[in-house]
């Protein structure tokens, strides 16, 4: 069931291509801060009720990072790993062809699970507009995901909460959960400014090192041996094992829910950066914000992604995304810490009252 509130989902569109059996939809949950931006995703078991959440996770993303966004997301409901190429994009065809009725005006596509550049050529080419989506190859304007804009973005995240804290970064210890795109790039950016890395994990394990883990090595293990388990020294423990080891920072960068209340009395970390998306529930946010440990949220420390597209949306190369991802995420992310402090309430409480204002602010049609 979809959950409808004071806030949306504004409209909800449903598209199948009969003749290829295609099904998809699109959730633009707000838009009063501009078109309704958030990737869309090809699962065989993707429903309107997931879409619409993480559209509504989009809602206060792009508000925090004041970008002239609404959120929405979208679905294709298909397995890839059955399909040819060929039908594959078909698929995506037959999607943007339905998507015309709100693309580029009230939805901005980008790609999501088992969507990439490809696909977003073939979405803005039948649309007829590069302001269709972002995520495009670059030779249509696109800026490339493998820059890292996210793990850029954290690693600002990082460097504030730091301060925040009272932390030399230099002096701090750190862990990462999870070496993909956003692991990989997080893990670069903290050791080149200085901090230690004692554990990485990833789908295989983790490995652990008090003496600290070389980041040029353990990404050649990683693209050759496909696992950061396989780096030779150290310990290698449970994927799992990443919250209890010994660290002053973690940052997430895999998993949902790998945290939960129980995990709380035993995890060591004085900072948590949320890369991923829900690496835990509110309610065990609130326990550590109880404990003392900063946790800054995911939707505040994650949002150099949805920057670089917005710096692809406008025209703009990749040295204005390194300029706007630094500067957006450093601002936000301080602004949130202070008046969460000036408050006494947790970061993502301070966040989402923040998220929330600024949506209504122009919202003539929501409800508080
Ligand atoms: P990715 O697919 O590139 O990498 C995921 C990594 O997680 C891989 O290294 C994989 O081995 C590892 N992994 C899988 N299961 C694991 C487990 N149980 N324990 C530890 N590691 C495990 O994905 P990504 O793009 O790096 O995204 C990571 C997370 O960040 C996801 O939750 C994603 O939704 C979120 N996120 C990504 C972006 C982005 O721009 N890529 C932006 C915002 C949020």
Same mark, same amino acid.
């Given at each position: ?5 004071? @806030?949306? %989902? ?14 998809? @939809? ?27 959440? !993480? ?8 508000? +925090?990072?004041?970008? %002239? ?7 294709? &409901? ?28 009230? *939805? ?45 973005? !954290? ?9 925040? *804290?009272?932390?030399?970064? =230099?002096?701090?210890? @750190?862990?990462? /959960? ?10 670069? *950016? ?22 600290? !883990?070389?980041?040029? =090595? ?14 030779? /020294?150290?310990?290698?423990? %449970?994927?799992? /094992? #990443? ?5 002053? #920072? !973690? ?14 009395? /035993?995890?060591?970390?004085?900072? +948590? ?14 326990? @550590? ?17 949805? &920057? ?5 949306? #406008? ?13 957006? #995420? ?39």
């Amino acid at each position: 069931m979809v959950t409808y509130d004071g @806030f949306g %989902p504004e409209k909800i569109v449903e598209i199948y291509h009969p003749k290829s059996g295609m099904r998809g @939809f699109v959730v633009l949950d707000n838009l009063s801060l501009g078109p309704a931006k958030g990737g869309v995703r090809m699962t065989p078991s993707v429903t309107v009720e997931e879409v619409s959440r !993480l559209a509504r996770a989009m809602t206060w993303k792009n508000a +925090i990072a004041e970008l %002239p966004f609404g959120g929405g997301k979208a679905g294709i &409901i298909a397995d890839d790993k059955d399909m040819s190429a060929k039908e594959k994009e078909e698929f995506v065809r037959a999607f943007a062809e339905g998507m015309k009725i709100v693309s580029p005006h009230l *939805y901005v596509s980008a790609p999501d699970m088992n969507m990439a550049e490809e696909e977003m050529r073939i979405y803005a080419t039948v649309i007829g507009s590069k302001k269709a989506c972002t995520g495009k190859p670059k030779d249509m304007g696109g800026i490339p995901h493998e820059l890292g804009s996210t793990g850029f973005g !954290l690693y600002h995240a990082t460097k504030v909460a730091c301060k925040h *804290y009272g932390l030399d970064l =230099k002096k701090a210890t @750190f862990a990462v /959960e999870g070496f993909g795109n956003v692991g990989w790039f997080v893990a670069k *950016y903290l050791t080149e400014a200085g901090a230690k890395l004692v554990a990485v994990s990833d789908s295989r394990g983790v490995i652990y090192s008090d003496k600290g !883990l070389n980041f040029a =090595k353990l990404a050649k293990v990683k693209q050759e041996k496909g696992t950061v388990t396989a780096y030779g /020294e150290g310990k290698v423990l %449970p994927s799992m /094992e #990443i919250k209890k080891v010994k660290a002053d #920072i !973690l940052v997430t960068a895999a998993i949902p829910d790998l945290i939960n209340a129980g995990d709380v009395d /035993e995890m060591k970390f004085k900072i +948590i950066i949320e890369g991923s998306n829900i690496p835990m529930v509110q309610e065990v946010e609130e326990l @550590f914000h109880k404990k003392g440990v900063l946790v800054v949220p995911d939707f505040v420390a994650n949002a150099g992604g949805v &920057i670089s597209s917005y710096v692809e949306y #406008i025209g703009k190369k990749e040295k204005d995304m390194w300029k706007m991802v630094e500067e957006k #995420i450093t601002k936000n992310t301080k602004m949130v810490l202070d008046l969460a402090k000036k408050n006494k309430v947790s970061p993502r409480e301070c966040a989402m009252n923040i998220a929330k204002e600024r949506v209504l602010a122009k919202c003539d049609i929501c409800r508080i």
